[in-house]
């Protein structure tokens, strides 16, 4: 069972955000359900708590909760002092900002849930599990990811209704992080996250301590999975060629006005070369000598697998795909 508590907090004293309830509606429809209309996370979503004690007590109980995998996102205001970094509530105060992000990170550091994700998009949340200027240090125990919108000394930054990095995680969860299986991780969020950003000066922060793959989301692949179980059948091993020749081609038949070359197209060797050019799009496989694979048919040339296209052929031998 995967859980998640989604927060966002517009409603301040001073500084009101316009896009943190946004934020945390959007992200909350998408972790409900996979890009398949499958269940996903269970969700609690929570908009503008007015009380540190309040939203202390939500958090401390969701890190309580059984089950296989828990996600806490936050959108709202953080700071930053000499004590340290905080999620900031409505009723805040000089030295009682709001959440010490440590605690966050002690309750989950104790929780007895196997896999436990931490998004948080708020100024200065690259704080979160570093250590404070006292010298305090909390460790990130295993089965532990963290990502959060900024570095410690960094602000997050609201456009046209919604913070800059929750508008590409959104991006990222509705497929553009997604590896070739469908599967979207916190990783794979990261790493889209910080490429989409470019040289912006608002800069992600990824921090992790896990064993094993975390899936946050999925979609329809790209590649059907029965296609990509069929890259050990076309290619015995990683480094062997697959010939190719004109029988693969399905226009080449004397039933499409254009020269033809012997040997004509195979229903057998179309369906084949279909499956080729599927993996040669999503970058598996590629023609040997030619820029495209009709070419290398037409000219009965070979196709190899990339360096990514080994590491699927390897998922699929041992029976991970």
């Known amino acids: 069972m995967k859980k998640a508590l989604v927060v966002g907090i517009n409603k301040y004293p001073s500084h009101t955000l316009k896009g943190a309830v946004n934020d945390a509606r959007r992200i909350s429809e998408l972790l409900k359900v996979n890009g398949n209309d499958s269940t996903n996370f269970e969700v609690k ?6 009380t540190k004690s309040e939203l202390l007590s939500e958090i401390s109980d969701f890190f309580a909760v ?5 996600l ?6 953080g700071y930053v002092n000499e004590l340290g970094g905080f999620i900031v509530t409505p009723d805040h105060k000089r030295y009682d900002e709001g959440i ?3 605690h966050v990170l002690n309750l989950a550091n104790k929780s007895k849930i196997r896999n436990k994700v931490i998004i948080l998009d708020c100024c200065k949340s690259g704080s979160f599990a570093t250590p404070a200027e006292n010298g305090s240090v909390t460790h990130i125990n295993i089965g532990i990811s963290i990502l959060t ?12 209704g919604h913070g800059v990095f929750t508008n590409l995680l959104i991006e990222g969860l509705k497929g553009g992080a997604a590896d070739i299986r469908g599967h979207i991780s916190p990783g794979g969020l990261y790493a889209y996250i910080d490429q989409a950003l470019g040289a912006h000066e608002q800069r992600p922060v990824f921090k992790t301590n ?16 029965s296609t990509l179980r ?5 290619f015995l091993s990683p480094e062997e060629k697959f010939q190719l020749d004109p029988s693969f081609e399905d226009t080449n038949t004397n039933e499409v006005q254009h020269e033809v070359i012997e040997p004509f197209s195979s229903q057998e060797n179309v369906l084949i070369f279909k499956d080729l050019q599927k993996l040669r799009n999503v970058g598996l496989i590629v023609p040997v000598g030619e820029d495209h694979m009709y070419e290398a048919a037409m000219r009965s040339k070979t196709c190899q697998l990339t360096a990514l296209g080994h590491h699927y052929w390897r998922l699929v031998s041992e029976g991970k795909i």
């Open 45 to 50: 979503t929570i908009y503008d708590v007015s």
């Open 66 to 70: 059984s089950a296989d995998m828990a």
């Open 72 to 77: 806490f996102y936050f959108a709202g205001h």
């Open 100 to 102: 010490d992000m440590n």
């Open 149 to 160: 919108s900024s570095r410690k000394d960094e602000p997050s930054k609201e456009i046209n």
């Open 210 to 225: 896990v064993t094993e793959f975390v899936q946050l989301r999925s979609i329809v692949p790209q590649v059907p999975l």
């Open 230 to 234: 069929r890259l050990t059948e076309y």
